[in-house]
């Protein structure tokens, strides 16, 4: 077994000299359900939905997979979207490039206690008393560039590299989300019209935060024993996840318990719905429950592009999401109230949606709520 680490910071874990698994890194109740194939036949049970932006058939036949897809799995594959193949390319290039800097210049920009930016194991990781057979680095897009100056403190070519494909990439990304979410609001049903309204008052598409999330899963000498990342609904409204060609990622499915491993298709991105998407769509769009495993004989990086609301923005269920004659399903929250909530449900083993549900006596008023009220 190796040291935590050469450097003598317990923060650091040598995953390159790991020979085993240490208890430290050793999780209980992984093979407690059954893996299967999701990569089968489309319309097979298992198989996980693939959304084609690009499919001939048009714009409704499109919506209807994304709402079918959002509400009996809470994620799909996504293709036909328009990134370009050999930037998606480049973007894993460099991450790998990242991940392979010595420890000493990761540390520099280590996450401390409270930060939402930096390097270190995934942001969840601090609920568990077991560690997690990855590392992760998070940073906002609009600040990379100074974020960035904690690994590369005098700039130079890597660093010049690493930001200029990473801002590429968010600007595709983001003209992505809005479209995406303008989609998720057809499939919710709404007509050309209620649309633009609801963009026009809520201000959703024009107010939305992006956050990356950079993963590396070493190979692992037993994976069976190890855990590239904990299961866990992502918080915010929908993530888009970029996956290398080792398969990892898996979904949780009911009826029965088991997990469906995500099949690596080129150039797919995978959409996870977020609680907050949950909340907004009163429950009809579900969050999904979700983990990544690790492999034996190869690494595996991935990216997470998180979209979510301004962290002052009250997000209540959609007026139009509401069945007539019902009340909201979710109180309104801010997205670090819920984090907030998110902390208990953790620490508690409970359900933070349960915990924001709204009572059944709500009265009708609340129907009314905006979808994101934006306090100026």
């Known amino acids: 077994m190796p040291t935590p680490s050469h450097l003598k910071n317990p923060l650091y874990f040598d995953f390159r000299a790991a020979r085993r698994v240490?208890?430290?890194?050793?999780?209980?109740?992984?093979?407690?359900h059954p893996v299967v194939d999701g990569g089968g036949a489309p319309g097979t049970p298992d198989a996980v939905p693939v959304v084609d932006l690009r499919d001939p058939s048009g714009g409704a036949a499109v919506a209807a997979r994304v709402a079918r897809a959002a509400e009996q799995w809470g994620a799909f594959?996504?293709?036909?979207?328009?990134?370009?193949?050999?930037?998606l390319a480049r973007v894993e290039e460099r991450v790998a490039c990242m991940f392979a800097l010595p420890a000493a210049d990761k540390m520099r920009a280590v996450r401390g206690p409270g930060d939402a930016c930096g390097y270190g194991s995934p942001p969840i990781s601090s609920f568990f008393s077991k560690c997690m057979w990855s590392e992760g680095y998070t940073f906002s897009p609009v600040s990379l560039r100074g974020d960035l100056r904690k690994l590369w403190p005098k700039a130079g070519d890597d660093y010049a590299s690493f930001c200029d494909v990473m801002e590429e990439f968010h600007k595709h990304?983001?003209?992505?989300?809005?479209?995406?979410?303008?989609?998720?609001?057809r499939a919710l049903g709404l007509t050309d019209e209620q649309v633009a309204?609801?963009?026009?008052?809520?201000?959703?598409?024009?107010?939305?935060?992006?956050?990356?999330h950079l993963n590396w899963y070493p190979r692992c000498p037993d994976p069976r024993r190890a855990l590239g990342l904990i299961a866990h609904t992502d918080s915010g409204f929908f993530t888009f996840v970029l996956q290398s060609l080792v398969p990892g990622l898996q979904l949780f499915r009911h009826g029965p318990d088991r997990w469906?491993?995500?099949?690596?298709?080129?150039?797919?991105?995978?959409?996870?719905?977020?609680?907050?998407?949950?909340?907004?769509?009163n429950g009809r769009f579900h969050s999904v429950y979700h983990r990544a495993v690790v492999n034996r004989d190869l690494?595996?990086?991935?990216?997470?592009?998180?979209?979510?609301?301004?962290?002052?923005?009250?997000?209540?269920?959609?007026?139009?999401?509401?069945?007539?004659?019902r009340t909201p399903a979710y109180r309104a929250v801010t997205w670090p109230e819920y984090m907030g909530v998110r902390k208990k449900a953790f620490t508690t083993g409970a359900s933070a949606l349960k915990m924001v549900a709204a009572a059944a006596e709500s009265d009708d008023a609340d129907v009314q709520q905006p979808l994101v009220a934006v306090s100026s």
Do not use: Q
């Not at 240490?22 to 407690?32: C, F, N, R, T, V």
């Open 22 to 32: 240490p208890e430290s890194h050793s999780w209980p109740g992984l093979h407690d």
């Open 77 to 87: 594959l996504l293709t036909g979207h328009g990134v370009p193949a050999e930037l």
């Open 173 to 185: 990304m983001r003209v992505l989300a809005d479209k995406l979410l303008e989609l998720f609001l």
């Open 197 to 212: 309204g609801v963009e026009e008052e809520r201000r959703i598409a024009e107010t939305m935060t992006a956050t990356m």
């Open 260 to 281: 469906v491993a995500v099949p690596a298709v080129p150039g797919a991105f995978v959409v996870n719905v977020g609680d907050l998407f949950h909340i907004l769509t």
């Open 299 to 325: 690494d595996r990086i991935s990216l997470g592009y998180f979209l979510g609301p301004p962290p002052h923005a009250k997000v209540a269920p959609l007026r139009e999401a509401v069945p007539p004659g």
